[in-house]
């Protein structure tokens, strides 16, 4: 369970510190920081209801990764919503980088858990560097 009493930006650093060095961190993270009414949009991409489709949408993530880092973060909040600005990188195993995306997005938390989360980013270029990697001889 998310520790509570934190404040929002606390909590949504303690979230992205959640998911990783591992992929047991990163799946971890669900149960810690989602509930059955979370939703989790990632705007012009997907839309989720629910730690069980969020786990389906990240298990059906086109790229092989095993977690994530997150750099270069940006914070501000009101209340329990926090504006993001970051750097999100899909990891292999030994923690290269697969997928960066720059993202801007908006978290609210209650009780240390995930609400809401709406992330913005460039999807024409997440489909390009997507259909490299993925045409690429490394990812299959």
């Known amino acids: 369970m998310p520790h509570t009493g934190h404040t929002a930006e606390e909590a949504v650093a303690q979230y ?32 989720t209801v629910g730690r069980d489709e ?10 092989p990764f095993d977690h994530m880092r997150v750099d270069d973060v940006l914070m501000s909040s009101s ?7 970051r750097v999100d990188h899909f990891c292999a195993a030994d923690g290269t980088p697969l997928l960066t995306i720059r993202v ?8 240390g858990r995930l609400i809401h989360w709406r992330d913005y980013f460039d999807t024409a270029k997440l489909h ?13």
Do not use: C
Request: no cysteine; hydrophobic share 50%; glycine share 6%.
């Open 79 to 85: 209340s329990n919503k926090v504006l993001t600005g």
């Open 16 to 47: 992205f510190a959640a998911l990783g060095p591992t992929a047991d961190h990163f799946w971890a993270s669900f149960d810690k920081y989602f509930d059955e009414q979370t939703v989790w949009e990632n705007v012009g991409l997907a839309r």
């Open 54 to 63: 969020a786990v389906a949408f990240a298990r059906a993530f086109p790229v």
């Open 128 to 140: 390009a560097d997507l259909e490299k990697l993925l045409t690429a001889d490394n990812i299959s």
């Open 104 to 111: 801007a997005g908006v978290l609210e938390i209650a009780d």
